[in-house]
């Protein structure tokens, strides 16, 4: 465990070298896209439902994330807030549903599209001005959304992407939130253990509505292991893995190096699920991830 000074403090963490921050983002962003393939595979391929997922995903994350705390010196009581953890239950909860009727590539840019495009629009309400080339980029993405989401025999199932939008909005605010965290690692922890017991009252709601929708909560030891792989190893040690990178990148690369994650998401995707990239969706990742990129590369935005 790391030692905290005598004030009890948490102290600073480290900055990685330059070979090992590149290794940290790497497993980082491998690791966010695992949770879309995780998702998707859970869904189609073993009995699991959405609710129970994401209770699964939410739990072992919870359990994850309390034992990394623990192991490095950042547990803290009290860490997180209700806030925070509603956000994360939103984005879990729409995340799981709508990977019902969406294929994985398709669903990691409507999702990442709608954090970024989450983050920079509560940005512009707070003041936050952009140059002429950032108010570009920001069309581009937005005319990329607008052609996936076109009508067609390529657009996604509209609920599903609906409930996609509402996941990526949802963890925009939660990293909004968490700005301010002095301790990401610890204040991760605590909104994921503030965040189980109101999954387990979704999953309770759902079983109660079996009857009447039909369906209910169903699970098997295949859907299990893909939850708890997606909430103990791709959340719990990815979340963690990515704050150990954090102090080794700026902002701006921060926030770019994720552009990775919709592409990583769609070749895998590929290779493990059979999905195939339609010209649509390969347009439409280059303008969405293309447009983004621009607002974030721009010049740093100026206040009113």
Known sequence: MVASDKTGAVPAPAVPTAGRATLLTLLAMLAFAANSILCRLALTQTAIDPAGFTLVRIASGAASLWLIARATGHAKAGAGSWRGAAALLAYAAAFSFAYLTMTAGTGALLLFGAVQATMILVGLYRGERLEPLQWGGLALALGGLALLLAPGLSAPDPLGALLMVVAGAAWGIYSLLGRASRDPIATTAGNFLRAAPMAAVLALLVALAAPL????????????????????LASGVGYSIWYAALPALTAARAASVQLSVPVITALVAVLALGERITPVLAVSSVAVLGGIALVILGKSPRRG
């Open 213 to 232: 929708s039909g369906g209910g909560l169903r699970w098997d030891q295949g859907g299990l292991v893909y939850a708890v792989l997606s909430g103990a």
